[in-house]
């Protein structure tokens, strides 16, 4: 398991325990994070997923791909440098203690 | 305070119930699902799902976000009826609940093949939860698969089956694969993927009927061929789910009819998703879309109009379909198309190809293009159409260059 930390768009934090394996997308529209409508369901497509990266462990994070990258800069809103989408994010141990700031919309 | 009253828990009803309470509605929200399955994503139940015998549904939101958000789920409980005039719905066990604004949510049902055997043991039509869960369960033993039907559905088991190492044939009444879906280009490039997987396909291939005992094990076409199969999946399209709006005296023309603000002909009734006819923002006139963004997106904009800032629906469709490892994409709708620009990679396989109506971009189909086919949604979007030797080249660089000067 791996804790992560996610800041919702009202300012409350949710912990929620993420299965390695899972992407981080699916471990938080499971634990019913707010903000997070993911409706796509992880194929790239939707950009409602979408999360800055706050503090933890981001050395540990997977590169951004071009499909990532393009799905962020055509579609999301409010597109920062700590921006990822949360369904293209694999859940691993190293993880654990990762804070992410849902944008919602 | 009776609250607004949502029948059908697929994308479009559970995103309006959030899009509600995004918009600041404090009355109540039921949200009722006649399936007792946890409200799930519809899409990887032809993919992922049937990749292994352990997937898990996956869940649209969690529990903790209906508790949070205090909307009423009410999972198994079949509507049997609608009374305009005391503004209730009634239950199948004759329970009833009184609503102030009622929208129906009801998606669409598989069309179920009509032909002598269709009821045999080993068929599958293949919609919700529980039918993938059945197909599922069925597939230990099974060698040999004819897949009836080669539209999205039909193509996404096709390649799931396959790379399961099963015998995979698709057979398609019509000329080509994907009907009117996509162009004839996309059609026949999705095709000779699938072929490079094993699958079988026979296009102009009518099913005159199924043949066994109490189990399928026979196919037989029109034109007297047989083909040997062990289990069947029929995917030969979607009829909107209307019985009830039917039954309650709503306008209803392929789909639940509706105005650009998804109001029935009953000023306390909305409709969104799969079900409704309404006019078609960027095509000008009726039409009925299937599609994840079409339900998500009416449901944020129902949520406006309900919660007092009328917001015509008139968003840019797009859609997307995963065939084992090919991405297909398009962005906007390509039914007056007149005019089609194809992309090949140097390897000469397809990219994409940009539709064109009076020379205005109106659709673009992507093959493992993801960047190309967001690009084009915000092209479409804003209303641009660059030169043809730009969007001709498929490049990126280039096409994002011309979408900065243009924009």
């Known amino acids: 398991m791996a804790k992560i930390t996610f800041i919702q768009p009202d300012g409350s934090p949710l912990i929620v325990d993420a299965q390695p394996g899972d992407s981080v997308m699916v471990a938080a529209t499971a634990a019913g994070v707010d903000g997070i409508a993911a409706e796509c369901g992880g194929s790239c497509m939707c950009a409602t997923c979408h999360c800055l990266v706050e503090t933890g462990p981001i050395g540990a994070l997977p590169e951004m791909e071009d499909a990532e990258r393009d799905t962020l800069e055509f579609t999301a809103e409010q597109m920062q440098p700590a921006s990822r989408l949360t369904c293209q994010i694999t859940v691993s141990e190293a993880l654990d203690g990762l804070v992410l700031r849902v944008v919602g919309r | ?407």
């Open chain 2, 1 to 407: 305070m009776a609250g607004i009253v949502i029948i059908g828990a697929g994308h479009g009803g559970v995103q309006l119930a959030a899009s509600l309470r995004d918009q600041g509605f404090g009355g109540q929200i039921t949200l009722i699902s006649n399936e007792a399955d946890w409200p799930y994503h519809k899409p990887p139940l032809s993919k992922s799902y049937m990749q292994t015998q352990e997937a898990p549904l996956q869940a649209l939101r969690g529990a903790r976000f209906f508790d949070d958000k205090q909307i009423n789920l009410r999972l198994g409980a079949a509507v049997s009826s609608i009374d305009r005039a005391a503004q209730t719905v009634t239950f199948a066990d004759g329970a009833t609940l009184g609503y102030d604004t009622l929208v129906l949510a009801t998606g669409t049902t598989a069309r179920r093949l009509a032909v002598p055997g269709a009821d045999l043991a080993g068929v599958f039509h293949l919609r919700t939860a529980e039918d993938a869960r059945a197909m599922r369960s069925a597939l230990g033993g099974v060698r040999r698969v004819a897949v009836i039907g080669g539209g999205f559905i039909g193509l996404e088991a096709a390649a799931m089956l396959a790379a399961r190492g099963l015998s995979v044939e698709v057979l398609e009444t019509a000329p080509r694969l994907l009907g009117r879906a996509v162009s004839r280009a996309v059609a026949d490039a999705v095709g000779e993927y699938l072929v490079r997987q094993g699958v079988k396909i026979h296009c102009s291939s009518a099913v005159s009927q199924l043949v066994g005992q109490k189990q399928v094990n026979t196919v037989q076409l029109e034109d007297g061929q047989k083909i040997a199969a062990d289990m069947v999946v029929v995917g030969i399209g979607a009829v909107p789910e209307i019985t009830l709006a039917q039954a309650a005296g709503l306008d209803c023309d392929n789909g639940i009819v509706t105005n650009s603000l998804l109001a029935t002909s009953d000023r306390a009734i909305y409709a969104l998703g799969d079900c409704v006819a309404y006019p078609q923002a960027q095509l000008g006139r009726m039409a009925r879309l299937e599609s994840v963004q079409n339900a998500t997106d009416q449901a944020r904009a129902l949520a406006r109009t309900l919660t007092g800032t009328p917001t015509p629906y008139d968003t840019l469709p797009w859609f997307w379909s995963d065939i084992g490892t090919l991405k297909l994409q398009i962005a906007g709708l390509s039914h007056d198309a007149d005019e089609a620009i194809t992309v090949h990679r140097d390897d000469g396989t397809l990219q994409s190809v940009w539709c064109l109506a009076k020379g205005r971009l109106v659709a673009v189909e992507t093959l493992n293009s993801p960047g190309e086919h967001m690009l084009a949604r915000r092209l479409i979007a804003d209303g641009l159409t660059l030169d043809r030797a730009v969007m001709a080249s498929g490049d990126m660089m280039r096409l994002k260059a011309a979408y900065s000067v243009a924009r």
